[in-house]
């Protein structure tokens, strides 16, 4: 059956393209595939169907979650993780790659170290393409999965006030989630130190749309009215030495003293894979959601697949 | 509009294109920008440049000759968005406007950001969404990579 109306896009390239109605019908439908993602039920809506996974630089996480999605709709994947085996290394061009893949493929999912690639791509396929990440530009899936896990978590995402800890200024993919946040009725909070805050620019656009928000330098003055708080990490590559990134990876470190402060109810978030950013032994409290958040990006994944091979559950 | 008529009175063309009030040392891209560097151009181009006016120093292009569609001048607005345009017949000026910066870019200026898809080998052309024209501001359509007056005259084709 043909989807109508709600959702009319031919590919996934950018949070951007999305308006609220359209994140909140796919977050609909992504409730819907739980069951099965889950592996309660099972479907073949489906079978039959080939998805490329088309995979530039390596993302083992993104890759298997687009090949569990596709399995757990009874379709077929193909596709390289490594580029040294792609036909790019021998000089094509990616729009080349592109229109040769979609041939053989019903949906391709790229993930390519250049930022624009997968718009690029949308322009040469004759099939959807769903961005996996390109370079530091977007990765739509992370955006829809993280709003996916604050809606699920908290029943709403507005009305919440959401801390964004971490590198600010360079992570784009804080700044896509950032502007999904700005479209609902949400109090944001950036933590970074002041290197890294979250470019001024985007800063103008939130007070512009009137969105109300706090900058803090570390986690511990602010994570005490939080809803969610949502950790990323901090690049060893940002800093001039280790002894700099040391004195500021200390204090982004949340731990359980740090969620002593927190509400109880609070729930925290990272897109993974981290590194010192939280301590393990948060991991067992009930604060810790970033497994699970994980685990979302299946039937979120599954969710778009359906919905841009325009067949229903 | 004393001193446009006296800038046309430097050197008054018959018939052709006047570039007025260019910003000041900009003169030389506008040139570029309208394929007028080519060699095979056989049309006079004077340019003048720092010349006063009662807003302060200016640039100014005459293309005799040639009348210039406005869609190509528009692209002027990318550098100089205070230009005016004065299309020229037997020494009048029949039509006069100032250049409007257009809802897409494409071909002009290449994309700022090193990492944009559009700056590897593949078969297509920077192309950009304009987002404000006071200050000009354009995004690319690739990387949505912002870009403001200054990165954009750095950038030119
Ligand atoms: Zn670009």
Known sequence: ?313 | MNDKKRAIKISPIRKGTVIDHIRCGQSLKVLKILGLTDVEIRDVVSIAMNVESSSGKKDIVKVENKEISSEELDKISLISPETTINIIRDYEVIKKQRVNLPKRVSGIVRCRNRNCITNQREPVDPEFKVISSEPVNIKCIYCEREMKEEEISENLL
Do not use: C
């Open chain 1, 1 to 313: 059956m043909k989807l109508k109306g709600e959702f009319n896009k031919d590919h996934v390239v950018s949070i951007r393209d999305f308006s609220i109605e359209e994140i909140e019908y796919v977050l609909d439908k992504a409730e819907l595939m739980e069951p099965i993602a889950q592996g309660h039920e099972t479907t073949d809506i489906l079978k039959g169907k080939i998805l490329a996974n088309l995979f530039f630089e390596p993302s083992t996480r993104t890759m298997l979650s687009f090949e569990a999605a596709m399995k757990r709709l009874g379709g077929n994947t193909i596709g390289f993780a490594n580029p040294d085996v792609s036909s790019s290394k021998k000089g094509e061009t990616l729009a080349d790659t592109i229109t040769v893949a979609s041939s053989y493929a019903d949906i391709v999912v790229l993930r390519h170290p250049q930022e624009g690639a997968a718009r690029l791509a949308s322009k040469f396929s004759s099939k959807p393409v769903l961005n996996a990440g390109d370079g530091a530009g977007q990765h739509p899936t992370q955006t829809l999965l993280d709003l996916y896990t604050i809606r699920k978590e908290r029943k709403e995402i507005s009305g919440n006030k959401i801390g964004i800890a971490g590198d600010l200024k360079y992570g784009r993919t804080v700044h896509s989630l950032t502007h999904a946040l700005s479209m609902y009725d949400t109090e944001l909070t950036f933590i970074a130190p002041p290197p890294l805050q979250m470019p001024k620019e985007i800063l103008r656009r939130l007070s512009e749309g009137g969105i109300g928000y706090e900058q803090h330098e570390n986690i511990d003055e602010a994570v005490e009215d939080l809803d969610v708080l949502y950790v990323t990490r901090i690049q060893r590559e940002r800093f001039p030495n280790e002894e700099e990134y040391l004195k500021i990876a200390d204090s982004y470190n949340v731990n359980l003293e740090t969620i002593e402060k927190a509400k109880k109810d609070m729930v925290i978030m990272h897109p993974l894979p981290r590194v010192d950013e939280i301590s393990p032994e948060v991991d067992k409290t009930p604060f810790a959601r970033y497994f699970e958040q994980a685990a979302n990006g299946i039937p979120v994944r599954m969710a778009l697949l359906s919905l841009l091979m325009g067949v229903e559950l």
